[in-house]
């Protein structure tokens, strides 16, 4: 069966690309595919291990199992605001 992976942020800086269609087994899990992709692409360890997963535009558990036409999306965590300055007024 096949299933598409989108890539953002980091990963597609990682895997040189912005999705791709994987050739899987019926039930293959998220937690199998995110090991496929470590064996894949090594430097996606730290990051896959950070990700959430969203299936079909759903967040889900690494444990879910994929279907013929799935879209699996690693969501990276984001980076980004500051810590609230003191600005002496009291």
């Known amino acids: 069966m096949k299933i598409r992976i989108r890539y953002f942020a980091s990963l597609r800086e990682v895997t040189?690309?912005?999705d791709e269609l994987?050739?899987?087994?019926?039930?293959?899990?998220?937690a199998e595919i995110k090991k496929d992709l470590v064996t894949r692409y090594p430097r996606l360890q730290d990051i896959l291990e950070r990700c959430l997963c969203a299936l079909n535009?759903?967040?889900?558990?690494?444990?879910t199992a994929l279907h013929e036409n799935d879209e699996l999306?690693?969501?990276p965590p984001m980076g980004g605001g500051s810590e609230p300055q003191d600005n002496g007024a009291s």
Do not use: K, W
Not at 57 to 63: D, F, G, M, N, Q
């Open 16 to 18: 040189g690309q912005s």
């Open 22 to 30: 994987l050739d899987i087994a019926d039930g293959t899990s998220i």
């Open 57 to 63: 535009r759903a967040y889900v558990p690494p444990e």
């Open 73 to 75: 999306v690693f969501i």
